[in-house]
């Protein structure tokens, strides 16, 4: 991984956040990630989801997985185009 001069670093292909709410389960896209600590001071790598329209991007924190079931996950073979 090569971390750019804005510290974030491009996210590969496949890796999603899964999210499940009242609206059902969605995946969002992972961006890019951004190194950073938890709250036990462990380094960890934040994911940059979309923020959605003309939303800036938005770095989910760990106070973020807490909501509405977030976590995650890595599918390669998932093709946007298609649905969830």
């Known amino acids: ?5 804005s510290g974030f ?10 999210e499940t709410d009242d609206d059902g389960e969605s995946l969002d896209p992972i ?4 190194a ?7 380094d960890t790598l934040m994911p940059v989801v979309n923020g959605g329209v003309l ?7 760990e ?3 807490q909501h509405c079931g977030r976590s995650v996950v ?3 073979n998932h093709d946007p185009a298609a649905g969830q």
């Open 1 to 5: 991984m090569t971390e750019t001069s």
């Open 36 to 42: 950073a600590t938890t709250a036990d001071g462990e």
């Open 31 to 34: 961006l890019a990630w951004k």
């Open 63 to 65: 106070g973020a997985f």
């Open 74 to 76: 890595y599918r390669p």
């Open 55 to 61: 939303v800036l991007p938005v770095v989910l924190d």
């Open 9 to 18: 670093i491009p996210a590969a292909p496949g890796w999603y956040v899964h």
